[in-house]
């Protein structure tokens, strides 16, 4: 069976300080994976996908950027956090492209001071 | 890009009676139609779908409906329990590059009274 992790559960930071969030999937191989951020209270935004190793696209930009170093690795992370960067990263995957379920991972919680 | 309108925002049903979530979409290329609940603190859970080429899903108490003339869907509880207490989101998905996008809906926050 496959599983999602998330590390940190949570973390808080400064405001201007770098910060890497991670993902791993184990059980499947060559998935896509995706980042998704959510404000407290608010909804679920796409911020990058990835359908292969070292290739990321971005969906919007908010100073964060994103890489897939190994098959079932996906990192997020950014040079200086902003306070608007608060909320839940949520890393989720699906098989394939093409309208299929997408299964997300516990989260990591980030709060900006 | 696709948008998701979700309604209502919240909520509040009797023990027992039906609850219904309306989304509406708007890229007509948009084919699948997924439904998460979230409670508070937790990650957004998969609990229903529908794919285009249908118009209708039930597993168990939970029951789809899509409309794609309207593009419309929507979700309803039969036979609420205070567990299906959380937050719902709905979201519309139609690949595009490689990227299963899916666009969520603002939420609703159903309550359950006992």
């Known amino acids: 069976a496959q599983t999602i992790h998330q590390w940190p559960v949570a973390e808080i930071k400064a405001v201007g300080s770098p910060l890497s969030l991670g993902c791993t999937i184990k059980?499947?191989?060559?998935?896509?994976l995706y980042w998704y951020w959510q404000a407290t209270g608010g909804t679920l935004q796409q911020l990058f996908y990835s359908i292969t190793v070292g290739q990321v696209e971005s969906v919007v930009q908010l100073n964060l950027s994103a890489s897939r170093p190994k098959d079932d690795q996906f990192i997020l992370s950014t040079e200086k956090l902003l306070l608007s960067h608060s909320g839940f990263y949520l890393c989720a995957w699906s098989l394939t492209a093409g309208g299929v379920e997408q299964y997300f991972g516990p989260g990591t919680r980030l709060t900006v001071l | 890009g696709e948008q998701v309108e979700q309604l209502p925002s919240i909520l509040r049903v009797q023990e027992g009676s039906s609850a219904s979530i309306n989304c509406s979409y708007e890229d007509s290329a948009s084919n699948y139609f997924p439904w998460y609940k979230q409670e508070p603190g937790e990650n957004p859970k998969l609990i229903i779908d529908?794919?285009?080429?249908?118009e209708r899903k039930q597993i168990q108490e939970l029951i789809v409906l899509l409309d794609k003339k309207a593009k419309r869907f929507s979700l309803h509880i039969t036979d609420t329990q205070p567990g299906d207490s959380a937050m719902y989101f709905c979201?519309?998905?139609?690949?595009?590059?490689?990227?299963?996008?899916?666009?969520f809906g603002q939420g609703t926050v159903l309550s359950v009274i006992p």
């Open positions: 979201a519309a998905s139609g690949a595009t590059g490689g990227n299963n996008k899916l666009t």
């Open positions: 529908i794919r285009s080429n249908m």
């Open positions: 059980g499947k191989s060559s998935p896509n």
